[in-house]
């Protein structure tokens, strides 16, 4: 698919590391397909049917400046996006905007002066339960009792663009990565990395007090923790019998004990099992529950694994993608290394391989959409990735998009 703008599809994250630019595919009820994408003039929402082919012209959202999470719907889309915002730091403030038939009908910032919050960087999630939208992101204490701390929020949005109640204003500590699933009714189901009480946490409806459940301990400080999610958004899938999976790149824990430096009794100290991340499941049980132990599914200690995505396949299986390097060299928690591939292997709920392991020339760079049908289709820029050494300058640009569709 060939775009009116030039894509930079690459991004800096921890030490430099190269990870890609997210782009986030959603579904509409009627089955067609818009894809967000970032560009130096805002973001691009481009038109697809439901088979995955342009139908359209896009639609561009001047001056907004991260695709933090796409909702389709029949008559156009919701976005969750940074704008221009006046506060201390300079920041920009977190968004969330509508699009009907080509038009934006609303636009509510959703951090500002009377909260005390802006937004420089997203690494959310949006989502709609057919009356309301949940939108999940970090935020930057501008002014009150978080001044210059980092943290998470998530606001429930109506319809008509109307915040309301419910959520939370402060959450996980330097919040590392989120997930979000939209519930009928009641608190969205919630996960977050959080580097104060190192490691992923089930946070629905609580935000992350010290009783928020355990999935997994890692290590973690400001800035950086040794689980992640790709883009720092990770996938959330539901069962038919309301359990939960997610995915995502794990360093594990050799050890992990409260740290006694630190006063407020807090703080957890935590030596990780491997240099490289490994890939990592989890299942929960309800909304509100750990999984008791994550499953490490890959242990090949000079292997990095990264950009670990799960998807619903058929009926009652999950699909689990990640890349690969060899030969990986870590320093400070990131690794470089030769790239090896994207791989699609299918899992069961139990968390046991249900095919073998598949490398594929496609590569997943952000949000999967699920169709009626159970297709899964995503976007992604036809390049081979080389992660030998840090992004260092601008990134690459492309004005080409692939599409990428998979039909159990």
């Known amino acids: 698919m060939s775009l009116p703008a030039k894509f930079p599809y690459l991004s800096a994250g921890y030490n430099n590391s190269r ?9 509409a009820p009627n089955g067609t397909l818009p894809v967000a994408w970032p560009a130096s003039d805002g973001i691009h929402v481009t038109p697809l049917t439901s088979v995955g082919k342009r139908s359209g012209a896009d639609t561009g959202v001047k001056g907004a400046k991260e695709v933090g999470g796409l909702v389709a719907h029949n008559n156009g889309f919701a976005l969750l996006t940074r704008v221009a915002d006046t506060n201390k730091w300079h920041d920009t403030a977190a968004a969330i905007v509508r ?15 009377s909260s005390h919050d802006a937004s420089p960087t997203l690494d959310g999630r949006l989502t709609w339960n057919g009356s309301k939208y949940g939108a999940y992101f970090v935020v930057h204490g501008a002014g009150g009792f978080a001044d210059g701390h980092y943290g998470d929020k998530l606001s429930y949005i109506s319809a008509k663009g109307t915040k309301l109640s419910g959520g939370w204003s402060w959450g996980c500590s330097h919040n590392e990565g989120v997930a979000l699933h939209a519930e009928k009714s009641g608190a969205f189901t919630s996960l977050c990395f959080d580097d104060w009480r190192s490691g992923l946490f089930v946070s629905t409806g609580i935000g992350a007090p010290d009783v928020a459940p355990v999935v997994q301990r890692e290590q973690c400080w400001a800035g950086y923790c040794g689980g992640t999610f790709p883009s720092r958004t990770g996938d959330l899938v539901r069962s038919a019998t309301g359990r939960y999976a997610t995915a995502f790149a794990s360093r594990g824990a ?13 703080g957890w100290s935590v030596t990780p099992k491997t240099s490289t991340h490994q890939v990592a499941v989890a299942f929960l049980k309800n909304r509100n529950s750990g999984p008791g132990k994550a499953t490490h599914l890959s242990n090949t200690k000079g292997t990095e694994h990264m950009n670990v995505h799960l998807a619903p396949y058929g009926k009652d299986k999950l699909l689990l993608s990640w890349e690969s390097l060899k030969n990986a060299k870590c320093k400070d928690g ?26 594929v020339q496609a590569r997943i760079t952000g949000d999967i959409a699920v169709s009626a049908n159970g297709a899964l289709t995503w976007a992604y820029v036809p390049a081979t990735p080389s992660y030998a050494t840090a992004l260092n300058g601008a990134s690459p640009t492309s004005k080409t998009l692939r599409i990428a569709r998979l039909t159990p």
Not at 99 to 113: A, D, E, V, W
């Open 254 to 266: 050799a050890s992990a004990k409260k740290n006694p430096a630190d006063s407020s009794g807090r």
């Open 99 to 113: 699009y009907t038939n080509g038009r934006q009908t609303f636009r509510t910032k959703l951090t500002g002066t």
């Open 334 to 359: 990131t690794c470089t290394g030769t790239f090896t591939g994207t791989h699609l292997r299918l899992i069961g709920w139990t968390g046991k391989f249900q095919s073998a392991d598949k490398v």
């Open 19 to 27: 990870e890609w630019t997210r782009t986030a595919t959603a579904v």
